[in-house]
């Protein structure tokens, strides 16, 4: 929980990883590339007093993350969105393993995402189904550009991707997040595109699809699409760390974000440990859209309560202490509303 000039925020990070990039498990130059990338967004994008050293970068553990996230970040709950990448690295890039056991240790703050790949096949899907019974899923993370064998990336709307979709369906998965952001050396860029998005959040209502990265560097599309489809979402990892180097280019990305899909359906994210949540928490708190820039309207603390954690807590059935809820609107009682408001009502 975060406190501010006499608010308190109710804080969930829908993004965060427990990676192992060092060189024994780099499979091959992609793996250094890869963690190399990763580091360089880490490098430019953070505050100078919050850039780490190499080597703890590329291998940090469960219990410095605790510690950033629990102890200095703010955070209430945290979400881990698995990186498999095994084409790069022996054990994975994420470790899925670790993350899961250290969500099984602390239910009450961690919330743990598996990952599949569509191009697994018959043999993926079995897979699937004892992840989900095992892990009690509720969401997964898909890397739509991750290579495999001479593939170099897939479409949600490719027919075995739609065999997995409605499988999460039959197993009650219903938050589907999906990068599509910046690339990262070695992927390909097109294979992150959004318009894919359209397609399956038109045809699988049952789902809610969860765009990582808010389709940077493609925006307006990611925009014109969620504001259409009522079951898109925005997480904000990558795009929120603006705040600090191109504060104006922040206001305009959660400005747009604002007018089109509204403040309900816009996710909290540090997509840690690019960076940790502490400095974008408090930041962000702070942060106000410029007076020159009058095509966006100011940011209400309504707004910033309902971005920090308690969309997250809805799509999650993460209960919230009541003193963290925003009150009921007038004349709700019993109506059903958008994601936000829904957890403050209902919860």
């Not at 993004?15 to 060189?23: C, L, P």
């Not at 259409?228 to 400005?255: C, K, M």
Request: aromatic residues 12%.
């Amino acid at each position: 929980m975060y406190e501010k000039d006499g608010q308190q925020y109710f804080v969930v990070d829908g993004h965060v990883h427990i990676w192992d990039g060092r060189e024994s498990n780099q499979k091959n130059v992609h793996g250094r590339q890869f963690i190399d990338c990763f580091y360089d967004y880490h490098k430019n994008l953070s505050p100078e007093e919050e850039v780490w050293d190499y080597d703890t970068y590329t291998y940090y553990g469960g219990e410095r993350l605790m510690k950033d996230l629990f102890v200095d970040g703010h955070v209430d709950h945290a979400i881990f969105q698995a990186t498999l990448l095994s084409e790069f690295y022996h054990k994975g890039f994420g470790q899925t393993e670790e993350a899961f056991e250290l969500t099984r240790k602390h239910p009450d703050k961690l919330t743990y995402n598996h990952a599949y790949d569509p191009r697994h096949g018959e043999a993926g899907l079995e897979q699937l189904r004892r992840d989900a019974e095992r892990m009690n899923l509720q969401g997964v993370k898909l890397y739509t550009a991750e290579w495999h064998g001479d593939s170099r990336g897939y479409k949600l709307d490719d027919p075995w991707s739609r065999r997995y979709l409605e499988e999460c369906i039959e197993l009650g998965i219903k938050n589907i997040h999906v990068h599509k952001g910046p690339t990262i050396r070695p992927l390909d860029r097109d294979a992150f595109d959004v318009a894919d998005v359209d397609k399956v959040a038109t045809d699988y209502l049952e789902l809610r699809f969860v765009v990582e990265h808010v389709g940077l560097p493609r925006l307006e599309d990611f925009c014109w699409i969620a504001t259409q489809e009522s079951n898109v979402y925005g997480g904000l990892a990558v795009a929120i760390p603006f705040i600090h180097t191109r504060p104006r280019y922040f206001a305009q990305i959660i400005g747009e974000l604002l007018y089109w899909l509204g403040e309900d359906k816009i996710l909290f994210s540090s997509d840690y440990a690019l960076w940790t949540p502490k400095w974008l928490i408090e930041k962000f708190v702070d942060f106000q859209i410029p007076e020159d820039m009058t095509e966006y309207a100011p940011i209400t603390i309504e707004q910033k309560k309902k971005i920090l954690g308690l969309n997250a807590a809805a799509l999650y059935d993460i209960d919230v202490p009541e003193h963290l809820r925003l009150p009921e609107p007038a004349g709700q009682e019993g109506v059903e509303v958008a994601a936000g408001a829904q957890q403050a009502v209902s919860s």
